[in-house]
């Protein structure tokens, strides 16, 4: 079964509605998550990694005051989309870290389509 | 950043032929992983090389691993039409903090 979960799978919504998404490590901790795009044919681009209890670090070219993040426990990081814009619109996808050298495990992915 | 390389982009072939892809990268690397992932869908774990280890095999799969050309194959034998899907090399690059670069994809259409 799934081990980690990603909530809402699907968003539809106006521009500037700020989006919730959701992501849980369910059979273990994750002190480190990490939060990706993928545009539509294209690969994994990183956002930013999640620390349980500090900043998130963001990668250069995202904006943290646009994509908050927040990991406030060792099972769960959120990422709000503040005021979202068609542009926005995306596959947003988690990872929660399972160590070096080992597999690592993905949420399902949200949809996230602003109209 | 670093980001891998897959050729092809787009491959297409009939039921019970054999898929190779391939994956290159610029930088030295903790291990190289390998992932599928369905239209619409999260990725899914295949299989994890370490940068010491040269073959690695998992059923029908069969990955490669050549640090000296950075470069990394993924063969999956006898296809089947559900093996259709993207398929993706993610790279941890040493010093790194369990950052994954992903490469490009491999679009494989398995043909019943």
């Known amino acids: 079964g799934a081990v980690v979960s990603q909530h809402p799978s699907r968003v539809i919504c106006k521009s500037g509605t700020s989006v919730k998404i959701e992501c849980r490590s369910l059979?273990?901790?994750?002190?480190?998550m990490f939060w990706y795009r993928q545009f539509p044919k294209q690969s994994l681009m990183l956002m930013a990694t999640?620390?349980?209890?500090?900043?998130?670090?963001?990668e250069q070219g995202v904006e943290k005051d646009k994509f908050l993040i927040n990991h406030a426990s060792l099972t769960l990081s959120t990422l709000t989309v503040t005021s979202a814009h068609p542009e926005d619109s995306s596959f947003y996808i988690c990872?929660?870290?399972?160590?070096?050298?080992?597999?690592?495990?993905f949420g399902d992915g949200t949809r996230l389509s602003i109209l | 950043s670093q980001q891998g390389e897959e050729d092809p982009q787009a491959l297409s072939i009939q039921e019970g032929e054999n898929a190779t892809m391939n994956c290159s990268y610029k930088?030295?690397?903790?291990?190289l992983q390998w992932y599928r992932q369905n239209s619409g869908r999260g990725l899914v774990h295949l299989i994890l090389?370490?940068?010491?280890?040269r073959e690695k095999h998992s059923g029908r799969l069969r990955v490669t691993l050549d640090t000296s050309k950075k470069s990394s194959s993924l063969l999956i034998t006898a296809s089947r039409a559900a093996d259709t899907a993207s398929y993706f090399c993610?790279?941890?690059?040493?010093?790194?903090?369990?950052?994954?670069?992903f490469g490009k994809g491999t679009k494989l259409t398995v043909n019943p």
């Open positions: 990872r929660a870290g399972g160590g070096r050298d080992q597999p690592q495990h």
């Open positions: 059979d273990f901790q994750a002190t480190t």
């Open positions: 999640s620390n349980e209890g500090s900043k998130a670090t963001y």
């Open positions: 930088t030295s690397i903790n291990n």
């Open positions: 090389i370490r940068s010491n280890e």
């Open positions: 993610a790279t941890d690059t040493q010093g790194g903090s369990e950052k994954l670069v």
